[in-house]
């Protein structure tokens, strides 16, 4: 197949992708978006994630969205052979990123010491649950054991006024964790091309959790003794909105939509700091408005006062949008099973493509190219015939 070519930020870089999971190929795919040409190392037996429902046709579609437009590279690293074919790759590329557990990189010598010696100019980035140093780096660690132990569960179970923590589905911490790394080494590229010199990053993924909860890690170090705000869906006729009217002008404007201007003097509601005290009663009053109107006109007339309001809606509405469709912000990538729908990186940059690249890599499917391209060196990988 022909592979689109496409010229980005990043396409004079070279990355060494060891990960596996969610964290970092998250990471490597958005610097594959970028232009970066990512060599993705598989075991023999493939990424575990090539068998990760949802499945196609038995081809994975959470495979292909994390690793669309990257090169399929096949290496057995506890093969003495094919462990120098991976040095001798490092030693050609800008970036390696790896997630395994501290000490693993280590034992199949393809840490950041072992590669650095061949290539002093290389940023190593190591993404784990807890860092590579401390009472608990070795802890086994995936998303919800992060968002378990840095108060993340208990802070949103005690939102929903419980202090029993709720199922989760949705993987903050790896995708926070992706996106750190990936501004990690960003940062360490620039430094590079003003210094000339390598660098090792250490993301930890607790520390991701813990930064994406400011209020609840100052609440926590000076407790407010009045209520606090919490937004909460108000229901409409089918279903739920979300309504935030936050400044005074917001609280004004949805006065006067709903017909209430005695809100403006009533004392539970006339500063800011009484509205957050009392928002729970606020947002009762406001649903006997909504709930005899659609979600669709609550939304609507809402903001046409100014006052934000959203309508919940699923993933497929939300990606199939209007707005979405209007920052073509998906774009189609291919595997074998046919098509299917990939978010793009969450930004744009005037006169680029930021986009994901459309073609799923089968495995193995550039062992040969890539090797072929360093046989100079006389180095020779087992999983190369």
Not at 38 to 64: C, M, Q
Not at 145 to 166: F, K, R, S, V
Request: aromatic share 8%.
């Amino acid at each position: 197949m022909v592979e689109e070519v496409r010229a980005g930020p990043l396409d004079a870089i070279r990355v060494l992708d060891f990960t596996n999971m969610l964290s970092g190929p998250y990471c490597t795919r958005l610097l594959s978006d970028l232009g970066a040409e990512v060599l993705k190392i598989e075991p023999p037996g493939g990424d575990h994630n090539r068998g990760r429902r949802p499945l196609r046709d038995g081809h994975s579609s959470f495979f292909g969205h994390l690793n669309s437009g990257k090169k399929s590279v096949v290496l057995n690293l506890k093969s003495a052979t094919d462990r120098d074919a991976a040095i001798a790759l490092a030693a050609t590329c800008d970036v390696v990123v790896e997630n395994w557990r501290p000490g693993v990189a280590e034992r199949l010598g393809v840490d950041y010491l072992s590669l650095r010696e061949a290539n002093s100019r290389l940023i190593y980035a190591s993404i784990s649950g807890f860092g590579q140093s401390g009472p608990d780096a070795d802890r086994p660690a995936y998303a919800p054991i992060l968002h378990a132990a840095t108060g993340y569960d208990l802070a949103q179970a005690q939102y929903q006024g419980t202090n029993e923590p709720q199922r989760s589905g949705t993987f903050v911490a790896d995708i926070l964790g992706g996106l750190s790394a990936f501004a990690a080494i960003q940062t360490a590229l620039y430094h590079r091309s003003v210094t000339g010199a390598g660098r090792y990053v250490d993301v930890s993924l607790m520390d991701c959790m813990l930064n994406l909860m400011v209020n609840e890690c100052q609440e926590g170090q000076a407790p407010s003794s009045r209520e606090q705000r919490i937004y909460q869906p108000i229901r409409s006729s089918d279903g739920f909105v979300m309504i935030a009217p936050t400044s005074q002008r917001n609280f004004e404007r949805l006065c006067d939509l709903v017909g209430h201007q005695e809100w403006l003097a009533d004392p539970r509601f006339s500063t800011t700091l009484e509205r957050e005290a009392h928002w729970t009663q606020l947002m009762q009053l406001v649903q006997a408005w909504t709930e005899s109107r659609t979600g669709e006109d609550c939304e609507a007339s809402f903001n046409a006062a100014g006052v934000p309001c959203a309508r919940y809606q699923t993933v497929m509405e939300a990606m199939f949008g209007p707005q979405t469709v209007h920052r073509r912000a998906l774009s189609q990538v291919t595997d074998p099973s046919g098509s299917y729908w990939v978010p793009n990186p969450p930004f744009k940059m005037e006169g680029l493509d930021i986009r994901v690249a459309s073609h799923v890599p089968a495995l193995g499917e550039h062992t040969a190219e890539v090797f072929g391209q360093i046989e100079a060196s006389g180095v020779r990988g087992d999983t190369v015939r």
